[in-house]
């Protein structure tokens, strides 16, 4: 029993020592952040498996040839599409993954629709991506978040639905031009060195007056909060996912401050909630209709919720206030990213942007205006879009976490805690590898299917009760800006910046 003995066990720890002392003296702090991190994934990872196990749920198998530490992350950052596509042809449906030390499911085909359609009490897009990766709970409070989950979609389908499209087209061309005046030059080259950035600022231009109101439609506080709230939310990731959570609350005040924006909302919106509230207030006294313009922000303001014991009420001034960056954070970051997908593919394709001017000249000639019946008519417009929307799905995306034990439809099961990611690229082409070159890029197969309307082939903006309410107000944004842009500029690169070259110099 010498083995027992404790010199002989400090004996035996003392070369293991010396080796991790020598490891911790030469790495640099960020080989020790990126060390520890992956470490606290993998422990907690394996924590999860070995429950699982006890459990004796029937796992999806995991693919092999992980490697030590960053797991599949080295096939998937070199050949993403191949490496998908063999993981399907060799496991099937769904399998399992590590990523950066990190168990995640992968869902394809019917595994895929099922996990999209998926109830939020069962997979839960909020709690896998909203609070453990972005941590919005760390901005929001439970109320505020409430908002984003349960009004906001309510209000979207009753604001901005197709049929209101229309009525909105005046209200965004007008922060359209606003936009473009304040941003880009009118008799010179306008290089843009950080085109996400620059078009997540045009973007607000043209949401601020349509979905919040011509109150603050050239202010110039909320629109930039609006265009940079996003950002400031991503650049936080990377500290939260090597940063064991215990320590979060310490590097919190270090990180980037998210809660100035708060404060600038509740300093500028609050005072245009007050005078609506007591114009409708008057306007009720009166037995009279308050006339108010019927936008996102006074959807809000209108929007009744009732308690546990049935009480109606309302939203208060600062809870509004608070949601309207949700509104940001879902209107402005996704849609300047597939505005900046768009003009770079016209970029790469010079064939396609010729196709799409011509069209527009012939639709829209001169200074034409812009209607929902011109922008019907742009064929080749709607086709393009909707191709690059199929072409930008992420190959792994809608990271949901199962909010207790899940079985697919297949028997395959993932335990509470899980998280499960959808190959959205091979959901929309059948496979990841398809038209994935650019000289592939090809509208025409898009056949004249409207932009906004879901189908087997084309889930980037989600299935079922979870389709993206807002993807009306931003295709057409979408479709304003490339007609107008194109019109104005002539769009090109310089090394990485865009440049933007008014046509009439």
């Known amino acids: 029993m010498d083995y027992l003995k404790p010199s002989t066990s400090i004996q035996f720890l003392q070369p293991l020592t010396h080796h991790l002392n020598e490891l911790f003296r030469r790495s640099t702090k960020k080989e020790l952040v990126f060390l520890g991190a992956t470490t606290a994934l993998t422990i907690y990872n394996l924590s999860a498996y070995i429950t699982a196990k006890r459990q004796k749920l029937n796992l999806p198998p995991t693919v092999a040839f992980s490697l030590p530490f960053i797991g599949h992350n080295l096939y998937m950052m070199l050949m993403p599409n191949k490496f998908i596509d063999w993981c399907n042809n060799t496991y099937g449906e769904i399998y399992n993954l590590v990523i950066f030390g990190q168990t995640v499911t992968v869902a394809s085909g019917k595994c895929a629709e099922e996990a999209l359609k998926a109830k939020s009490e069962d997979l839960s897009l909020e709690h896998g991506v909203l609070r453990d990766v972005l941590h919005l709970h760390y901005v929001f409070d439970d109320k505020t978040m409430n908002i984003g989950f349960l009004a906001n979609p309510v209000v979207a389908k009753a604001t901005i639905p197709s049929s209101k499209m229309p009525g909105y087209i005046p209200g965004i061309q007008t922060g359209l031009e606003i936009g473009v005046n304040a941003l880009f030059k009118p008799n010179e080259p306008t290089i843009v060195n950080n085109p996400s950035v620059t078009l997540q600022k045009f973007v607000a231009y043209m949401s601020v007056p349509t979905l919040i109101g011509d109150e603050v439609a050239t202010n110039a506080d909320v629109i930039k909060s609006f265009a940079e709230f996003t950002g400031d939310i991503t650049r936080n990731v990377a500290f939260f996912l090597t940063i064991p959570k215990f320590l979060h609350p310490y590097v919190l005040p270090y990180l980037q401050n998210v809660r100035k924006h708060n404060l600038i909302m509740e300093k500028h919106i609050g005072p245009v909630i007050r005078q609506r509230r007591e114009k409708m207030r008057l306007a009720k006294e009166a037995g009279e209709d308050h006339g108010l313009e019927s936008n996102f922000l006074q959807g809000l303001i209108e929007y009744t919720k ?200």
Request: hydrophobic letters at 40%.
């Open 306 to 505: 009732k308690d546990n014991n049935g009480v109606q009420s309302t939203y208060t001034e600062k809870e509004l206030c608070h949601a309207v960056l949700l509104i940001a954070f879902a209107s402005v970051h996704t849609t300047s990213m597939n505005l900046s997908f768009c003009i770079y593919w016209l970029i790469a394709r010079p064939d396609l942007k010729q196709r799409l001017i011509d069209e527009i000249e012939q639709v829209a000639p001169g200074n034409t205006p812009i209607t929902a019946e011109i922008l019907g008519k742009m064929k080749f417009l709607n086709n393009f879009i909707r191709e690059v929307l199929r072409q930008g799905a992420d190959k792994l995306a809608n990271g949901k976490k199962a909010m207790r034990d899940y079985t697919f439809y297949n028997g395959y099961q993932v335990a509470k805690g899980s998280i499960v990611e959808t190959t959205l690229r091979q959901v929309n082409f059948g496979d990841n590898i398809t038209r994935s070159a650019v000289k592939d890029m090809d509208p025409d197969m898009s056949l004249n299917k409207i932009s906004t309307t879901p189908a087997k082939d084309f889930v980037t903006f989600g299935m079922g009760k979870h389709l993206c309410p807002g993807r009306f107000f931003a295709v057409q944004e979408i479709e304003m800006s490339l007609v107008y842009l194109l019109k104005k500029f002539d769009i090109n690169t310089v090394s990485d910046p865009l440049i933007f070259i008014p046509k009439n110099m």
